[in-house]
């Protein structure tokens, strides 16, 4: 299926994948495999968000923090007291070993010659050709794959204090005495309480009401109960207003209940979302139809224009890397497959883990949604303060929350806060691939003591609810 031209720097391929992070190298081994010319397209640095800046680094240093943190738990346990100094300069050189080991593997197989690859920046001419360096690509379909940036906020004087984002604060090498983190989202949360566990003074200012607020209120109330317990200090509800700066550090002024509050830190992490690379890649030019700053996909990742597909990050729907993997293989399989039947993203098991301590696990519906979109439900919780396991583990905060269809138990979602739920969650989401129901739940063996076994007390709850 080759056919390039290089003469007068003009090649052409079945797929050009613009982006080589998780969801473009999806995109592009799932059209390769399918028998198609697969050019990949990347500006670099190669290796994606997840792993140079996102997932894997965050989850680095947090080991080292959770270490810290357990080991000043010593005397609980029955142990001397340990000091556990932190060194932040060790923790990140830690995680760039990780990093380079992580991108040097994403980078030869980007550079699999079963590929083209272009390391250049992608910018399209017209629907079927893009400019990359000197080089014309032109293209049967396109998969766009260009992930995102951390976003800018207008908040008046922020630019002019300076702040980090989770881009830059992962190369911070001194350790501030206080931070203060704009945003209550898993960004926001997890650095917010790693630096905290290095005995930085953090402060968390979040808009929404509650912590995690795209998640069921009782997710982000159990979190923001375990995080002030560690020291954190946590304002919701409070509505950013202004930014300054002076010698000593920065103060953000907020607003909450009518009344003007501030808030001084050496440094701030400005947390509050992230935005799809679009812009420089001219899509007016392709004709793809962009509404509100994202791209318009339909649910087989195809764009306006039939032949060009959006997939991860850049399409604002679900910024977390298994999905932005389905999507890649959904398009990829798209664009390689016409005449059949389109595959679309199945979003019944979608689900996000926030790797705090206690961690936070979501799959599938949840409380909020069933209410807005008049779903009928059955739920049932359990807390880890009455589990078995969790006391022997000392880890009693948070509970598990199931949410069961009330005609036949069938599991529609669940929600934990606790130890290890981003583990335990994928019991849920086989049971749910499946279409199990609490009773199910309740009757596949649990080994005792674990953690897995909590959730079978939320099903039985239900099952004794249904009578079946
Ligand atoms: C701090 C943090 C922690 C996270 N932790 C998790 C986690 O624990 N679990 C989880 O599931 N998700 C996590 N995420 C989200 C996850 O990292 C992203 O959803 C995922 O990496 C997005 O992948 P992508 O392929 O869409 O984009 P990217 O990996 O960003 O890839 C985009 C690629 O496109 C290239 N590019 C951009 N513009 C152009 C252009 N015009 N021309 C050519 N190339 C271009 C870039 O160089 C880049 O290589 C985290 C995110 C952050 C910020």
Redesign the pocket.
């Known amino acids: 299926m080759k056919s390039q031209s290089r003469a007068s720097n003009r090649n052409t391929h079945d797929v050009i994948v613009?982006?080589?992070?998780?969801?473009?190298?999806a995109a592009a081994r799932t059209a390769r495999d399918a028998g198609a010319d697969v050019a990949i397209?990347?500006?670099?640095?190669?290796?994606?968000?997840?792993?140079l800046?996102?997932?894997m680094?965050?989850?680095a240093i947090l080991r080292s923090a959770e270490i810290a943190a357990l080991l000043r738990r010593a005397k609980e346990f029955g142990l001397s007291p340990v000091s556990a100094q932190a060194d932040l300069s060790a923790i990140v050189d830690r995680k760039d070993r990780l990093v380079r080991e992580f991108a040097e593997y994403r980078i030869e197989q980007l550079q699999d010659p079963t590929f083209t690859l272009y390391q250049?920046?992608?910018?399209f001419l017209s629907p079927h050709e893009i400019t990359v360096g000197d080089t014309i690509l032109s293209a049967g379909s396109f998969i766009l794959?260009?992930?995102?940036r951390?976003c800018e906020f207008p908040i008046p004087g922020l630019d002019r204090a300076g702040y980090f984002t989770?881009?830059t604060i992962?190369d911070l090498r001194t350790q501030p005495s206080s931070l203060i983190v704009l945003g209550g989202g898993?960004?926001a949360l997890?650095?917010g309480q790693f630096f905290a566990r290095i005995g930085t003074k953090v402060t968390i200012l979040q808009r929404g009401c509650t912590l995690l607020s795209e998640m069921d209120d009782d997710v982000g109330r159990s979190l923001e109960a375990a995080l002030r317990a560690e020291g954190l200090e946590i304002l919701t509800d409070a509505q950013l207003l202004r930014v300054t700066h002076d010698s000593r550090g920065k103060t953000v002024w907020v607003v909450q209940d009518g009344r003007e509050r501030s808030y001084a830190g050496e440094e701030i992490l400005q947390a509050l979302g992230?935005q799809p690379?679009i812009e420089?890649?001219r899509l007016d030019l392709a004709g793809v139809e962009i509404v509100g700053g994202r791209i318009v996909i339909d649910g087989a990742m195809r764009t306006s224009q039939a032949h060009i597909y959006a997939?991860?990050?850049?399409n604002d729907v679900t910024?977390?890397?298994?999905?932005?993997i389905q999507q890649?293989e959904i398009a990829a399989y798209n664009a390689t497959h016409h005449g059949r039947p389109s595959k679309e993203l199945d979003h019944r098991l979608d689900a996000?883990?926030v790797?705090t301590d206690p961690q936070v696990a979501v799959l599938g519906m949840n409380e909020a949604r069933a209410k807005a979109d008049k779903i009928p439900y059955i739920k049932a919780s359990y807390p880890f303060a009455d589990h078995g396991k969790a006391l022997c583990l000392g880890e009693s905060q948070g509970f598990v929350k199931l949410l069961a269809a009330p005609q036949n138990g069938e599991i529609l979602g669940a929600q934990l806060v606790g130890p290890e739920a981003g583990e335990l969650i994928h019991e849920l989401i086989a049971v749910m691939y499946y279409h199990g129901t609490a009773a199910d739940v309740m009757r596949i063996p649990h080994y005792h003591p674990t953690l897995a076994e909590i959730v079978t007390y939320p099903a039985e709850s239900i099952v004794e609810r249904l009578g079946v």
């Open positions: 613009i982006g080589g992070g998780s969801a473009g190298y397209v990347d500006q670099g640095p190669l290796g994606g968000l997840c792993i800046r996102g997932c680094p965050t989850k250049s920046q992608a910018v794959a260009t992930g995102s951390p989770s881009d992962l898993a960004v997890e650095l992230r690379n420089e890649l997939v991860g990050d850049v910024p977390i890397v298994n999905l932005a890649g996000e883990v790797f």
